[in-house]
């Protein structure tokens, strides 16, 4: 399958604080396809990844969380780290965008955490998600299914449970976008 992403603009949401491989392995792969990649946060000019056990790089913001819509992207990027996800469910926009992405079926891939911003959107009615189990009792009080599995693939969301999937995120994640775009040019 021909995993060209040129013309697809996707969104990667992050605050200071998110697990930075999170970040850069899906980013990596992802420019490897032609994608118009855009990171969106609540932070002003950069955020600070996190690395290990401390504070990693700094990243530069291209967008203000607050000055976009869902619809300027194809689909979206949810990394984990607590901190990050802290912010981000703190911002009124972060509802805004992830819910436009649920509503209007588009990609989204979350992992760790970042699952966590899927349940915050409160739109999970019947949907099944792999999550930390710590989110499982928030999952399913938004009418999600929490999946043990290390991956889920349920319709346009892809989740992954932690960073130990993170090969098999990155994978699914090109698949699942690359699917998108294929019918996305066909309509």
């Known amino acids: 399958m021909d995993q060209r992403l040129d013309g697809c603009t996707i969104a990667i949401m992050v605050a200071s604080g998110f697990e930075e491989t999170e970040l850069t392995e899906p980013q990596r ?6 994608a118009t990649l855009k990171t969106i946060s609540p932070d002003q000019g950069l955020a600070n990844g996190w690395h290990g056990k401390g504070w990693g790089h700094f990243f530069p913001i291209d967008l203000a ?20 996800i802290t912010k ?3 911002n009124p926009h972060t509802k805004r965008i992830v819910g436009h992405f649920l509503d209007a079926g588009k990609p989204i891939a979350a992992i760790d955490q970042g699952v966590g911003l899927l349940a915050h959107a409160r739109k999970l009615k019947g949907r099944s998600l792999s999550a930390p189990v710590a989110l499982q009792e ?3 009080a938004e009418g999600g299914r929490w999946v043990e599995d ?5 319709g346009p969301v892809l989740t992954a449970r932690d960073a130990e999937s993170l090969p098999a ?6 698949k699942l976008f690359a699917e998108a775009n294929q019918l996305k040019k066909a309509a």
Do not use: H, N, Y
């Open 29 to 34: 792969a992802l420019l490897k396809t032609g």
């Open 65 to 84: 969380i607050g000055e976009v819509l869902g619809a300027d992207f194809d689909m979206l990027v949810l990394p984990g780290g607590e901190r990050s």
């Open 88 to 90: 981000l469910k703190a």
């Open 138 to 140: 928030v999952i399913e």
């Open 150 to 154: 290390p991956l889920t693939l349920d």
């Open 169 to 174: 995120f990155v994978e699914q994640l090109l």
